[in-house]
């Protein structure tokens, strides 16, 4: 081979080698930029740690959403024994102003029966004792359940109480002014159990 055949040949390959290697080079460069990218933008274990905080986002917000129903369910729970406890109070305090209502004339009529029998000749004293005692016991269980009698003589007439079945001229009192009672009222704490039956004073 001649001088000049080998330095041409010995040119091709260079210059073919550095065209390969140059290809080779950017194939790795771009190969290298690739994983820096990647790596950039998905570091190691990024993925793992995501879908974990994605999954304990989730557990944190199913964990509320249960505390938050336990507590409504519990709120729920408390009206509905408040309003159980109301409605059985008012159920009994209902039945108990019922009861006293019934009561009301027994006493009524053991008042009218000492009366008589005060008035009597002929009534031993032991028979007014025992109706006495009646009427004591009888009031005494009113006393206990908070009833008591509502004034009226002299008192000023309100309709919320008192119940006018006549009107009368008196100089005496003022005009609107109770001048008797006729029947005993009853007041069963907040509540009447039956107004009072007054004369009243014209106006």
């Known amino acids: 081979m001649t001088a ?10 260079t210059s073919e080698d550095i065209k390969e290697k140059k290809i080779n080079d950017e194939d790795l460069h771009g190969e290298c930029k690739e994983i820096e990218q ?14 974990l905080q994605m999954a304990e986002e989730l ?13 409504r369910k519990q709120a729920d729970i408390d009206n509905l024994r408040r ?15 019922q009861f006293l209502c019934k009561l009301l004339p027994v006493l009524d009529n053991i008042e009218r029966g ?9 009534v031993p004293p032991a028979f007014v004792e025992g109706l006495e005692m009646i009427q004591r016991q009888l009031v005494q269980i009113f006393e206990q359940e908070e009833v008591n009698i509502i ?16 009107q009368v001229e008196s100089e005496e009192v003022e005009p609107g002014t109770i001048v008797e009672e006729l029947q005993k009222g009853y007041r069963h704490r907040q509540r009447i159990l039956r107004p009072a039956m007054v004369k009243v004073c014209k106006e």
Not at 59 to 71: A, M, P
Not at 83 to 97: P, V
């Open 4 to 13: 000049g055949k080998k330095k041409e040949s010995m040119d091709q390959v």
């Open 38 to 51: 990647k790596e950039a933008v998905e570091p190691d274990g990024g993925e793992e740690k995501t879908e």
């Open 59 to 71: 557990w944190q917000k199913e964990k509320e959403e249960l505390l938050d129903n336990l507590k």
């Open 83 to 97: 309003i159980s406890r109301l409605e059985q109070a008012e159920a009994r305090e209902y039945a108990l102003h």
């Open 114 to 122: 000492i009366e008589s029998a005060r008035e009597a000749d002929d």
């Open 151 to 166: 004034n009226s003589v002299g008192e000023r007439f309100d309709p919320n109480c008192h119940h006018a079945v006549m």
